[in-house]
């Protein structure tokens, strides 16, 4: 079975350029997250989808920041314009939560951006 | 307000001893409890969960946690330590009352040593 799969893997932008990522969850996981990391630091959460429907966004910077998730299954994160602190690894998790949601999160390799 | 705390930042341990990686939370009611492992450059890793019943709990590559529900601490252990078990690990919390929100400690970092 294919894990969640995000690119691109590394991005490299000047200041004040746009920049986007995407992710794949894995196949029949209804909640999709975003999570920004910083060097040697626990993952915070960006936004979090239930389906198509974005159920906790608070932690989003929505004057630069914006997400998608078309048809309840691929995500598309996007950041316009890109300033230097936002260079971190953004990371993609799915879980399948039905009834109780004990389900533990699922993570991609992330995409690592270097704002310039 | 909701927290997890992994007390350190890092942890040398030699080949073969046993190691253990700390994690206490505080989080309202009976919240569901879990570790991940992370190698470099690479996402989060499962490891294991707590959700209910025995307070020990088994997980991948032979780690094992410890449930101490009055103490209020999940801590990751393995009874012998191997090099490539060097990574940074996270503990992680589920608040079930509270929107299913995950909250992630700062990280461990392991370090295992021939």
């Known amino acids: 079975e294919a894990g969640v799969v995000q690119s691109p893997r590394y991005k490299i932008i000047e200041k004040k350029q746009p920049v986007a990522f995407w992710c794949n969850p894995i196949?029949?996981?209804?909640?999709l997250y975003w999570y920004l990391q910083n060097l040697g630091q626990g993952p915070e959460l960006l936004i979090r989808y239930e389906n198509e429907e974005a159920v906790d966004d608070s932690q989003l910077p929505k004057d630069r920041f914006s997400a998608e998730r078309l048809k309840g299954v691929d995500s598309t994160l996007k950041i316009q314009p890109a300033e230097l602190g936002d260079s971190a690894v953004y990371l993609c998790a799915s879980s399948l939560d039905r009834g109780q949601n004990t389900g533990e999160l699922f993570f991609g390799e992330g995409s690592r951006l270097t704002v310039l | 307000a909701q927290s997890v705390a992994q007390p350190e930042d890092q942890v040398n341990v030699a080949e073969g001893n046993p190691l253990t990686v700390k994690c206490t939370y505080s989080v309202s009611g009976n919240p569901y409890l879990f570790w991940y492992v992370q190698y470099p450059n690479r996402g989060l890793q499962f490891l294991l969960k707590?959700?209910?019943?025995?307070?020990l709990v088994k997980g991948s590559y032979g780690f094992e946690a410890e449930f101490n529900k009055s103490q209020t601490s999940f801590h990751l252990k393995k009874p012998s330590a191997l090099v490539s078990d060097s990574a940074l690990y996270f503990c992680a919390v589920r608040d079930r009352y509270n929107f299913n929100k995950f909250y992630f400690g700062s990280g461990t970092k392991l370090n295992v040593k021939p």
């Open positions: 196949s029949g996981h209804n909640t």
């Open positions: 707590y959700i209910t019943g025995d307070n």
